[in-house]
């Protein structure tokens, strides 16, 4: 195990917005898309971004002064990251909205002074750079399997509350956006940057930090002002957008052709409302209780089963490990995932990522020891819908167009390394 982290000490904490302010009181209300509404009970998206120690960030308070100077520059392509999230009401249905339901659809409000912002931290970290993390070098070469469960990330990321992430009815005032910059004592720093899932996958989230990187790199470099906006790639919120694949009707009645075609996909469908399914835990209820319709008792579900919640065990011991893969072992694992299939499937192509994916979950059932169980194992798959539907969404699309299909085997047939092929198969198919 790694050795407990200092605890990093904040030297500020703000709310940034636009630089650009717009006129007026009126707010700008957008209903985020199905899928977005699917991904509120997630965790944050997050990410941080470590940086060696450079001349132009010796000075503190001129390195502050710029970074946030171009975030709030890069909070003008992304005005809707400081706006209040919540919940639609009936209020929010509009004459000609395909999507009637207002229930457990997300929305977010921004363009007035009310606000809450994007919430900001400068803070320090008592460690140098490279006590926290190998060198790219080293993690190239002699670190390849580096044991990172040392990695101080919850003091590198901002201790602030989000929208929808502790609870789901915890929404009100609190940034769907926050960001941390911390500097180590070498020097170096850290950009921390956490998100309301339902406001941003990790593609969007990286489209943002990239945005916010070019434009601090030109303040730096000066001179790029003229050409800097025509480079950046703007986004596009439009959650309709998505929403327009879903075949919906003005109907209040599910599609039965539809309802079959989804059912055909390979996901877990649970009911977080059952409050008598094994282990529910109390904490669940006030996120349950934020979603459900005041006419439930008259409201026909879907099927579902109950959430696995005693498998669950958020208080275990994790060790996060990040191993790194030459390109000529991935091949190899291609290879033999390949020629592990039997002849009449030989002409079904394999990719390195299918092989990767299928070797890792093998090695991970091994770990938790199902040589002999005989239930359904499972491998969650993140699938983005950006390039899925027809015609497909732009690059830029601003939102978190994702959804989590699944692999399955029993447990004892996913621990042979035997069965590498019919794994890897069952990820190409199911991707």
């Given amino acids: 195990m790694g050795s407990i982290p200092l605890p990093s000490f904040g030297t500020s904490r703000q709310r940034v917005f636009p630089a650009t302010v717009t006129p007026g009181e009126q707010a700008t209300v957008t209903k985020l898309s199905i899928v977005d509404a699917t991904v509120a009970r997630f965790s944050s998206c997050a990410a941080v971004w470590l940086y060696n120690a450079t001349e132009t960030s010796q000075d503190i308070t001129l390195h502050h002064d710029r970074l946030r100077q171009t975030l709030r520059e890069t909070l003008d392509d992304y005005r809707h990251f400081t706006g209040q999230l919540r919940w639609a ?31 900001l931290v400068f803070a320090s970290y008592g460690q140098r750079l490279g006590d926290v993390v190998p060198s790219a070098h080293d993690r190239r070469t002699t670190k390849k399997a580096w044991i990172a ?20 009815a915890e929404f009100d005032g609190l940034p769907g956006v926050a960001v941390q910059v911390t500097r180590f004592s070498c020097g170096g720093w850290a950009v921390g940057v956490m998100m309301s899932h339902c406001l941003a996958d990790a593609v969007c989230l990286l489209r943002f930090v990239h945005s916010w990187a070019a434009r601090t790199q030109a303040l730096i470099k000066g001179g790029e002002g003229a050409t800097l906006h025509s480079r950046i790639p703007k986004p596009v919120f439009e959650p309709g957008l998505l929403d327009q694949h879903a075949g919906l009707t003005d109907s209040l009645q599910p599609d039965a052709k539809l309802v079959t075609l989804a059912r055909s996909l390979p996901m877990h469908r649970y009911d977080w ?9 109390a904490w669940a209820t006030a996120s349950s209780n934020a979603t459900k319709p005041n006419n439930q008792a008259e409201i026909k579900l879907s099927p579902s089963t109950f959430p696995p919640w005693p498998t669950w065990d958020l208080s275990a011991p994790v060790d996060h490990v990040q191993i790194r893969f ?104 199911m991707m």
């Fill in 149 to 168: 469960t040392g990695f101080p990330q919850d003091e590198l990321l901002p201790k602030c509350k989000l929208a929808f992430n502790l609870s789901l």
């Fill in 273 to 281: 409302w059952a409050t008598d399914a094994p282990g529910y835990p």
């Fill in 326 to 429: 030459g390109a000529d072992k991935v091949a190899r694992m291609k290879q033999a995932a390949q020629a592990a299939l039997p002849d009449e499937q030989q002409h079904q192509s394999i990719s390195r990522l299918d092989a990767l994916l299928a070797h890792m979950w093998i090695l991970i059932n091994r770990a938790r020891q199902h040589q002999d169980t005989q239930e359904q194992v499972y491998l969650d798959i993140t699938l983005g819908l950006r390039t899925r539907v027809s015609p497909p969404l732009p690059d830029t699309f601003a939102g978190s167009p994702i959804l989590l299909g699944h692999v399955s085997q029993r447990g004892s047939d996913a621990c042979s390394a035997a069965g590498l092929g019919a794994a890897a198969l069952s990820v190409r198919r």
């Fill in 89 to 119: 009401t009936e209020d929010d249905i509009k004459p000609g909205d395909l999507n009637r339901r207002h229930v457990g659809r997300p929305l977010v409000s921004y363009g007035t002074p009310a606000d809450p912002g994007v919430e």
